[in-house]
């Protein structure tokens, strides 16, 4: 059963940065595509980023030029680097494949506050 540990996060002001990193306790990354979701409080959990095995990414809008996605095939650990990061970023951030289909981690908390 692959298990995934996300890890990472933390209280930041607006404007700040965070790097997130998840590790998954099988092979992954060069079979499935990976992703980044998040849950805000009394909110869906909604897809954040994505990367294909081969490399290409993709973004929500809300994130697009503040937010990388990457892969560390070597370390089975997929990154997210979040910059210029705002209130409205605070969630829990979990790791998984775009369309889950793993059992979800315990998450990592992302506190946007002054």
């Known amino acids: 059963q692959v298990q995934l540990v996300e890890s990472g996060g933390g209280l930041v002001q607006p404007g700040g940065s965070l790097r997130l990193s998840c590790a998954a306790s099988g092979r992954l990354f060069s079979i499935y595509n990976m992703a980044w979701h998040r849950q805000a409080p009394a909110k869906q959990r909604e897809l954040v980023a994505s990367?294909?095995?081969?490399?290409?990414?993709n973004y929500a809008e809300s994130v697009k030029g503040r937010f990388t996605i990457s892969t560390d095939n070597a370390k089975n650990t997929v990154y997210l680097q979040m910059n210029s990061l705002k209130p409205e970023d605070t969630a829990v951030y979990y790791c998984?494949?775009?369309?889950?289909?793993?059992?979800w981690g315990q998450g990592t908390q992302v506190t946007v506050s002054s």
């Open positions: 998984n494949t775009p369309n889950p289909i793993f059992h």
């Open positions: 990367i294909t095995s081969g490399g290409g990414t």
